[in-house]
Structures are given as structure tokens and as C-alpha cells.
């Protein structure tokens, strides 16, 4: 994936062809507009790693859709609910609420005020679901480090690269943050510059007493929802901001941001990827079907080191 002398000139010389990013222009990478894309890298790699910053969705973002073993990956909820010493009960209110809040979650025509109230009161039942018994961060550790391996291949070499950057990392997740972290932190990626924003557990004399409050559901994953979050303070002067999501809904993340930011939006697609093609187009800059490896976000960073190499000669 490195860069040839050429590319190397190219970036020396302020511009980066995209002509040159082979990646691009594989078949399962959709732009629908090229040139926009190509000025945005160009900003990017001109502003240097000191302006970016990087807002990612978890589960199937950061984690595979597809493992080329065939073997499934669970997403942070499924991790919680692997844990063997969850009540019976709790297992089954929560599989009901699942059957009955997902169909609107996904419904395209329903309004988006009645599936916010909705999502709002499927967290909130899961959380009173998770009152009064124990659970142990070990046990969600355990189940977790069986889908370490489960992230996107060369993540390490992203992660890698942002922290020897300094480009702060925000992992914005609607599912559960324990399992969030724990899969980070066992594949050793949960670099100091790596932040996860998320629901996390709360414990009352030692046992679960719900989710931590502010709760973040499918719908207010933007950085509006993080008004308050001392996360604002540290990224608000970082205008060039990378996005990475996996639904349509994680292009939103970066809303909060102020408007004379630039954001490039890069979304994961795997089901349904005809059907949905044109809409993920419409929605994120750079489309990859079925990509199961961070190979496009890290031809953007290494074109930013290298500049940055070349600047600091
Ligand atoms: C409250 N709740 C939400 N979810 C799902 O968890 C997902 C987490 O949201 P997300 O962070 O947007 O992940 P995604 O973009 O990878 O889908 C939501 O989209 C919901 O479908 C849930 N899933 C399970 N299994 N149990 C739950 O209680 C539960
Ligand atoms: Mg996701």
C-alpha cells in the first residue's frame, strides 16, 4: 500500500491524484462524485494531521461484516447478551423488545419523530432490564475476547497511524460502550487519542442499576448529542473530519460539527448492496461493498503523513 516515488512527488507538489490511489477505483469502490473527493483528500493532506479528526460507528465499522471464515461477529448488545450469567428472564424481555423495536427501527416509512420516541423507550426498557443482579466487566471481557481478532483487517495499522498522528479518535457507538472497549482494548488498539462515546453500565452496591445517562440511541448519534461532552472541547478546532459508519444513520455523526468544516463520509456496505447502493451514495462520499479491511482510510492517512514528513524536512 505504500506510495511510489511518483504519488510521493504528487503529494509533494500539493496534489493528490486520485488516479493514483488504485483503491478507488476498484470495482466495489463507489464515488459519486470523484472530483469532490478529490478535493476533499487534497484539503486533508494539505491541513495536515493537526486538523483531522476521525468519528467512527462500531459495530460493523470497526468490527468485520464478513469474516472470511464464515464464522459470525457479535455486536456489542449480542456480546452482553453471550454473558452466561444473565437471567433467563432478562434474556427473553430483551429478545421481545428486540422483535418489536427493530421493525421500526429499520421501517423507511415510518416519520422520524415517532422512531425516535420509540428507540427512546426500547434503551430505556433495556435498561430497567438491567437492574438488581450482578455482572462482572469479566465475564463481558471473556465473551469480548473471542471477537478481538473480528476487527476490519490492517485496523491495527489505522489505529497505529492516528496515534502516531495525534489525530484524536471519537468511537461513537449506540450499542453497549463495556463491550466497546473491551474488543478495543483486547486488540490493543484503545490508543490514548481513541474515545468512545457510548451507553455504559451502571452499578449501584455492586450490582447493574441500568445505563449511564446521556443515553445514545440509532437516532441522536451526532456530535449535537455531544454538546456538553468535554469531547467537544478537545476536537472542536479540528474542522478535516474522516467519518466511518456502516448505516445511513452513522453519516450523521459529525452533524454538530460547525458548518465550515469539511467531512469526507466513507460507509461500509454489505447487505442488501444493490438495493441499497444508490441511496449509500447519495449519503457517503466513498462507498465500499463488501471491504472488510480499512485499506481506504489508511491510503488517506498515509498521503497526510507523508506530506507531513516532507513539511517537517
Ligand atoms: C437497545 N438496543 C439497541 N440495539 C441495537 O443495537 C444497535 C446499536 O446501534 P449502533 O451503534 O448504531 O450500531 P450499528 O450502527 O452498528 O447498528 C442499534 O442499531 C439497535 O438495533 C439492541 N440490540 C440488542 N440485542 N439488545 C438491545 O437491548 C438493543
Ligand atoms: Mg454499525
Given amino acids: 500500500m505504500g506510495l511510489s516515488k511518483e504519488q510521493e512527488r504528487n503529494i509533494v507538489e500539493n496534489v493528490i491524484r486520485l488516479e493514483d490511489i ?13 472530483e469532490r473527493v478529490k478535493q476533499i483528500f487534497n484539503e486533508f493532506v494539505m491541513g495536515g494531521p493537526d486538523r483531522l479528526q476521525v468519528v467512527s460507528d462500531f459495530d460493523y465499522t470497526i468490527t468485520k461484516q464478513r469474516k472470511s471464515d464464515g464464522s459470525p461477529v457479535l455486536s456489542s448488545f449480542g456480546i452482553l447478551n453471550a454473558c452466561e450469567s444473565l437471567p433467563t428472564k432478562f434474556i427473553e424481555e430483551s429478545n421481545n423488545l428486540h422483535n418489536k423495536y427493530r ?24 435498561g430497567e432490564l438491567l437492574v438488581g443482579f450482578k455482572l462482572e466487566q469479566s ?39 463495556n463491550s466497546v472497549i473491551s474488543v478495543l482494548k483486547q486488540a490493543n488498539v484503545m490508543y490514548p487519542n481513541v474515545s468512545v462515546i457510548s451507553n455504559f453500565l ?17 437516532f441522536n448519534k451526532n456530535e449535537t448529542a455531544l454538546d456538553r461532552h468535554k469531547y467537544y472541547d478537545l476536537v472542536h478546532n479540528r474542522d478535516h ?26 460507509g461500509f456496505l454489505y447487505d442488501h448492496a444493490e438495493e441499497s447502493l444508490e441511496k449509500y451514495m447519495n449519503t457517503f462520499d466513498i462507498v465500499l461493498i463488501d471491504d472488510q479491511t480499512m485499506n481506504v482510510p489508511l491510503a488517506l492517512l498515509e498521503a497526510v503523513e507523508k506530506k507531513e514528513a516532507v513539511r517537517n524536512i
Fill in 22 to 34: 488504485a483503491l478507488l477505483w476498484n470495482d466495489n469502490c463507489k464515488m459519486k462524485n470523484p
Fill in 202 to 218: 451502571q452499578y449501584k452496591n455492586g450490582l447493574l442499576d441500568g445505563f449511564q445517562k446521556p443515553m445514545i440511541h440509532s
Fill in 241 to 266: 473530519i474522516i467519518v466511518m459508519g456502516d448505516s445511513l444513520g452513522d453519516a450523521d455523526m459529525a452533524n454538530g460539527v460547525p458548518a465550515s468544516s469539511h467531512i469526507i463520509k466513507i
Fill in 103 to 126: 421493525p421500526i427501527e429499520i421501517d423507511p416509512h415510518l416519520p422520524m419523530d415517532e422512531k425516535v420516541q420509540c428507540m427512546i423507550e426500547w434503551w430505556t426498557k433495556t
Fill in 139 to 177: 465475564e463481558i471481557d471473556a465473551v469480548a475476547s473471542k471477537y478481538k481478532d473480528s476487527l476490519r483487517d490492517n485496523s491495527h495499522k489505522l489505529f497505529d497511524t492516528l496515534n502516531r498522528l495525534n489525530i484524536p479518535v471519537l468511537v461513537f457507538s449506540a450499542g453497549l460502550g
